[in-house]
C-alpha cells in the first residue's frame, strides 16, 4: 500500500474516532476547554438512557474567536465545573462550523453556524429540559443553568454544585464583610460557618483579640442576624475596625483532619470545617473527583500531611489528582 493510501487511511480513522469516541482533554481545542466531551450524538443518548443523566451539549466554534476560546479557558477549565459536567450529566461537544454530523445535529436544534457557545440540557429522548443558555458566557451562568435543569428534570441538586452556585454568583460588589470577637477563634469561626450566606470564614487578631472576618451575602443573611446567631457563643460584632492579622491556623479542624489533603473552594472549605467542628459527615460537600481523592487518602496505610486545601483551587486540584 502506498503511503499516501495509508496516510489518508490514518487520517480517516481519526475522524471516525473523533465521532463516535470521546475528545482528549490533554490535546482537545482550547474551545473545549478540559471536559471530556462526546462526539456523537446517538452514542450519548444511548449513554444518557443506560446512566439516567440528562445529557449537556456545547455547540461551539472550533476553531472560535475569542469569546468561544476564553469560554473553553475559564468557564469549561474550571475543576467543580469540568466535575459536574462529567458526572452530573453526559457532555457532548457539536461543531457549529464543520459538515457531516455536526451540522445534521445544529440543524436539529436550529442553532446558527460560525455562532458563539451555547450550552443546552436535554434527556435521553434530546427533549430539551430547559431553555437553551446563549449570551451568557460566564460560570456562574452555566452552574446555575445545570442547577436548574437538574432540578426540573427531577434528577437531584448535589450539594457541592449548589455551594459553588453561591460563590459564583457574588460579584465583589456584593460581597459584606463583618468581624467579630470571641474567646477562642477556631470555635467561632466553625460556629459561624454553619449559617447559610457565609461565603468565607477566617480567625485573626484585632485589637489584641481573637475574632473572625466573615464574608457574606448580603442577599441571604444580613449583619444582625449574624451577630444574633454568634451571641449564641458569646461572640460578639467587633465595631472598632483596626489591622486585622490573620491567624497561621484557617479552617483549624479541617486542617487537622484528612480533608486538609483535598484542593477545596472557599465555600467547601467553611462548610467542611463546621461539619468535622459538629461531628457530621463533611463528604456530603464533596464532588465526585474530591470524593475519590478522599476514599484514597482513607486506603493509605500512612497520613498524608499535605495542605492541599490552603493552595489556589486550580493549583490544588493538579497536585490533589496527581497523588489518585
Request: aromatic content about 8%; glycine content about 6%; proline content about 4%.
Amino acid at each position: 500500500m502506498h503511503k499516501k493510501s495509508i496516510f489518508n487511511l490514518i487520517f480517516q480513522l481519526l475522524i471516525i474516532q473523533s465521532l463516535v469516541g470521546q475528545t482528549n482533554p490533554n490535546s482537545q481545542p482550547i474551545e473545549l476547554g478540559k471536559v471530556q466531551w462526546n462526539r456523537n450524538y446517538d452514542n450519548a443518548l444511548e449513554k444518557a438512557k443506560k446512566e439516567n443523566k440528562p445529557v449537556l451539549i456545547l455547540f461551539q466554534e472550533v476553531p472560535g474567536c475569542a469569546t468561544c476560546q476564553n469560554y473553553g479557558n475559564n468557564v469549561l477549565s474550571h475543576p467543580l465545573i469540568i466535575d459536574a459536567i462529567e458526572n452530573e450529566f453526559i457532555p457532548l461537544a457539536i461543531y457549529n462550523n464543520k459538515g457531516g454530523h455536526d451540522k445534521k445535529i445544529l440543524s436539529k436544534y436550529n442553532e446558527p453556524s460560525w455562532n458563539n457557545p451555547v450550552v443546552r440540557i436535554v434527556d435521553k429522548n434530546g427533549k430539551d429540559i430547559i431553555t437553551r443558555l446563549n449570551g451568557n458566557y460566564s460560570d456562574e451562568g452555566l452552574v446555575s443553568h445545570m442547577l436548574l435543569a437538574l432540578s426540573s428534570g427531577f434528577y437531584g441538586q448535589p450539594e457541592y454544585l449548589k455551594l459553588l452556585n453561591a460563590e459564583l454568583s457574588l460579584s465583589d460588589y456584593d460581597k459584606s464583610e463583618a468581624v467579630f470577637s470571641m474567646y477562642c477563634f477556631w470555635s467561632g469561626e466553625a460556629h459561624l460557618g454553619e449559617l447559610d450566606g457565609i461565603t468565607k470564614t477566617e480567625p485573626g487578631f484585632m485589637n489584641g483579640k481573637e475574632v473572625v472576618k466573615v464574608n457574606f451575602d448580603p442577599s441571604v443573611i444580613d449583619e444582625k442576624e449574624i451577630a444574633n446567631h454568634a451571641a449564641k457563643a458569646n461572640c460578639s460584632l467587633e465595631k472598632k475596625k483596626s489591622k486585622f492579622r490573620a491567624d497561621k491556623d484557617p479552617q483549624y479542624y479541617l486542617k487537622n483532619s484528612i480533608y486538609r489533603s483535598l484542593a477545596l473552594s472557599d465555600l467547601q472549605k467553611t462548610k467542611i470545617n463546621t461539619a468535622i467542628k459538629q461531628g457530621k459527615d463533611a463528604s456530603i460537600y464533596l464532588s465526585p473527583s474530591q470524593k475519590k481523592a478522599l476514599t484514597f487518602l482513607k486506603n493509605k496505610n500512612t497520613k498524608s500531611k499535605k495542605l492541599i486545601y490552603t493552595l489556589d483551587l486550580n493549583k490544588g486540584w493538579s497536585e490533589m489528582m496527581s497523588t489518585i
